[in-house]
């Protein structure tokens, strides 16, 4: 901490600091102040109402259609054209989903629960056990004859192992950065409030759905016309699932920003009512935001944390370096616009999704802080968090179809992990929340995390410096290698 290097990245941080500071207020409290804000990306505002109104609407169908009665609403024969198979009733399999929906709650709640104590430990598990649990499921499937999943588990496990080689060197700083976010967010109760409430929405929303689910299953039609509407269904609930955690993201970041820029959750410059303004906003002119960039912020965000990894390891093959490299700027053109710091900037400005995304990466890209957010893999800790969450839910729902109907473990397994996932992520989600809003603030005027906690602020600092160090010395290497490569070719055409 002592060393000449910290001396001088500390003091340009409180120049630039310094020289931004008011700039930074004024635009915060200008944010603050503001009492309505304007509707943005209404089209998809409604695209998804609509969705949420159809699908609900055919999960009913769906259910009813075998509730107590085999084909109660007649709608077989329009399944007529594919192979018939062993028909059930609803309730039959509505028991497992429930079951899943207790497990993942029951999983979600213990996280906020141990939040304080011992988040930092279910985190580490998360990393080191992942790749076992899926290991162990990819035997479990090969057993039960699954061929395809036993296959598709145990390249997951793969990648998930070769993914935590690669950035082992990181978990340190990451740790420390989730640290200080739980940190945040169990000072702030009213935002465990928050996910509690909504996690109660979305096990109405789970009922209804694992209602539809469970019709589909007990449906007289084959296994291929099944999956296909599985897949479909499926596909929805991550969609409404993460427009949900969104909603909680865009919530907790505009409390834990407005507690960093006015020092404090007890600072009576703090506006009044303001988790309920947060929440309001969220619900109405931000929400057609929150459902655009949920289409597509967590696959492309997992996509780039992969491709990253893989990059950092791969040598000196320079044929597959062109191609990882090639894949890794498309995907960076494409965070540009869809990146989860976009919240951040929805919750304290009201922009829409593709501006907050466009202005949270340019203001990254010009104070040099994006090396130090692509340093960090908090996101994709609290991912495997997630998922092994959802992979015991799934395990539990499928030990219990497997004792009772052997040709169902799949089907249910894997739409269980899905509920189990989505339960557990928003629970994560209060977490990322944090850390967004710690990088944003961070990039726009690092004296507010100083004053905040003095000493991660300078971690964060000489860590930042250290990157910055970093990328220079690789551009240099880059520049040099270059420059022989055409002296070699000169020297060769001569």
């Known amino acids: 901490m002592d060393s000449p290097s910290f001396s001088s990245s500390s003091s340009e941080f409180a120049s630039i600091a310094t020289a931004n500071q008011s700039v930074a207020r004024s635009g915060g409290e200008g944010a603050a102040a503001e009492q309505s804000r304007r509707w943005h990306d209404v089209f998809w505002l409604g695209i998804f109402l609509i969705h949420l109104v159809g699908l609900g609407f055919l999960l009913g169908v769906l259910g009813l259609n075998r509730f107590e009665k085999q084909n109660r609403l007649n709608i077989d024969k329009f399944t007529s054209r594919f192979s018939e198979n062993e028909s059930g009733l609803t309730e039959t399999y509505w028991p497992l989903y429930a079951a899943a929906g207790g497990v993942g709650t029951a999983l979600g709640w213990i996280w906020l629960v141990l939040l304080g104590s011992q988040a930092t430990q279910m985190m580490k598990v998360s990393v080191h056990i992942l790749t076992t649990y899926l290991a162990v499921v990819s035997v479990l499937c090969f057993w039960a004859g699954q061929i395809f999943w036993g296959v598709a588990f145990a390249i997951g496990a ?22 200080k976010a739980v940190k945040m967010v169990w000072n702030l109760p009213e ?27 007990a449906s007289s039609m084959g296994d291929g016309g099944r999956w296909w509407l599985l897949v479909v269904l499926s596909v929805s609930l991550f969609w409404t699932g993460a427009v949900l955690c969104n909603t909680v993201h865009v919530i907790v970041s505009g409390m834990v920003f407005l507690v960093l820029f006015h020092g404090g959750r007890d600072a009576a410059s703090i506006p009044a009512n303001s ?3 947060s929440l309001q906003y969220a619900l109405t002119t931000s929400f057609g935001s929150i459902c655009y960039g949920s289409l597509f912020t967590a696959a492309i965000r997992t996509l780039r944390w992969e491709i990253r990894g893989f990059r950092s390891k791969i040598g000196n093959n320079e044929c597959l370096l062109c191609f990882v490299d090639f894949l890794f700027h498309l995907v960076e053109t494409l965070v540009r616009f869809f990146n989860k710091y976009a919240y951040v900037q929805i919750a304290v400005h009201g922009k829409s999704f593709n501006r907050s ?20 893999c908090s996101g994709a800790v609290l991912l495997m968090g997630t998922v092994f969450g959802g992979l015991i839910t799934g395990t539990c729902s499928g030990v ?7 040709d169902r473990v799949i089907m249910i397994g894997s739409t269980s992990m899905l509920m189990g996932m989505v339960l557990v992520g928003l629970a994560m989600v209060v977490v990322e929340s944090a850390v967004t809003s710690i990088y944003i603030c961070y990039a726009e005027d690092p004296l507010l995390i100083q004053r905040w906690d003095a000493e991660f602020f300078n971690q964060m600092s000489e860590t930042l410096h250290q990157r910055l160090q970093y990328r220079s010395a690789r551009a240099r290497e880059v520049i040099a290698h270059n420059r022989l490569h055409d002296l070699v070719q000169q020297n060769a055409a001569i």
């Open 158 to 179: 793969s990648i998930q192992f070769l993914y935590v080689i690669s950035v082992i060197d990181r978990l340190s700083f990451t740790m420390l950065v989730l640290q």
């Open 191 to 217: 935002v465990m409030r928050v996910a509690y409430a909504f996690m109660f929405v979305v096990l109405l929303w789970m009922a209804l759905w694992s209602f539809g689910v469970a019709g589909v299953v």
């Open 275 to 277: 988790l309920m303004k």
């Open 357 to 376: 995304a466009r202005d949270a990466w340019e203001l990254f890209q010009s104070t040099g802080v994006e090396a130090l957010v692509a340093y960090d």
């Open 400 to 406: 219990w179809a497997w004792v009772e109907w052997k």
